[in-house]
Every structure is written in structure tokens, then in C-alpha cells.
């Protein structure tokens, strides 16, 4: 079976260099361009691991809906531990607020990418 991670972050640098540590890792990764399409391919991939920023699409703003949307497609196969999701931000408020829904949330320089990937 193929391991597949699916990126929506911002920053096109981080997004490429998370594909490129992936595709190492043994994971094929598919980069979404934008929310909608990360929803689309989060309801309709069969992901391992999803990472996105907290507020994909809004850059700079606290709204957390963005990975709200995302973590309720993808709840039910987290449940049965058929995927591992984190929603990731520089900014500790907006990680904070993401926590206070259920989302699994972590700082930008928190996160060792390694471990996430890991089985």
C-alpha cells in the first residue's frame, strides 16, 4: 500500500520542503493549491497523513475554521487511526483557539515533522 500525505500550508517553501522530506519518508504527497481542493482531496484520498495551517487560505488571520472543516471530513478515519491530521500556526492564540475545538494543533516550531510521519 502506498503512503500518502496531503499539505495545505502557505508557504509554498514549507509546503515543497514537507513534500520533499515526505517523498523520502516513503510517502507520496499531494500539495493543495487551496481549501477547496485540500476538502476535496481530504474526503475523497485515502491519506495517511493530512498537515495543514490552522487558517489555510486565510494567512495571518485566527480564523480556525479552515482546519475545523478539514478535521470534521477526516474524524472518522482518525477515530479508527487510519489517519493522523495536524493543523500547525506560528501564531500560539490561533493554536490555542484550534485546541479549545478538539483540533489537533500545534506551533509551527513545535512540530518535528519526522515524528509526525511516523507509523
Same mark, same amino acid.
Given at each position: 500500500?502506498?503512503?500518502?500525505?496531503?499539505?495545505?500550508?502557505?508557504d509554498?517553501?514549507?509546503?515543497?520542503?514537507?513534500s520533499?522530506?515526505?517523498?523520502i519518508?516513503g510517502?507520496?504527497?499531494?500539495?493543495?493549491?487551496?481549501?477547496?481542493e485540500?476538502?476535496?482531496?481530504?474526503?475523497?484520498?485515502?491519506?495517511?497523513?493530512?498537515?495543514?495551517?490552522?487558517?489555510?487560505?486565510?494567512p495571518?488571520?485566527?480564523d480556525?475554521?479552515? *482546519?475545523?472543516?478539514?478535521? /470534521?471530513?477526516?474524524?472518522?478515519?482518525?477515530d479508527l487511526g487510519?489517519?493522523r491530521?495536524?493543523?500547525i500556526s506560528?501564531?500560539?492564540e490561533t493554536?490555542?483557539?484550534?485546541?479549545e475545538?478538539?483540533?489537533?494543533? /500545534?506551533?509551527?516550531?513545535?512540530?518535528?515533522? *519526522?515524528?509526525?510521519?511516523?507509523?
Amino acid at each position: 500500500m502506498d503512503r500518502k500525505i496531503l499539505i495545505g500550508l502557505h508557504d509554498e517553501g514549507s509546503a515543497n520542503s514537507t513534500s520533499i522530506f515526505a517523498r523520502i519518508k516513503g510517502y507520496q504527497p499531494f500539495i493543495a493549491p487551496d481549501l477547496d481542493e485540500l476538502i476535496a482531496e481530504a474526503k475523497g484520498g485515502e491519506y495517511q497523513r493530512v498537515i495543514m495551517d490552522i487558517n489555510f487560505g486565510f494567512p495571518f488571520s485566527p480564523d480556525i475554521l479552515p *482546519s475545523l472543516r478539514v478535521y /470534521e471530513v477526516l474524524k472518522p478515519r482518525i477515530d479508527l487511526g487510519l489517519v493522523r491530521f495536524l493543523a500547525i500556526s506560528g501564531s500560539y492564540e490561533t493554536v490555542r483557539l484550534a485546541k479549545e475545538r478538539g483540533i489537533p494543533a /500545534e506551533d509551527k516550531s513545535d512540530v518535528n515533522i *519526522s515524528n509526525f510521519l511516523k507509523e
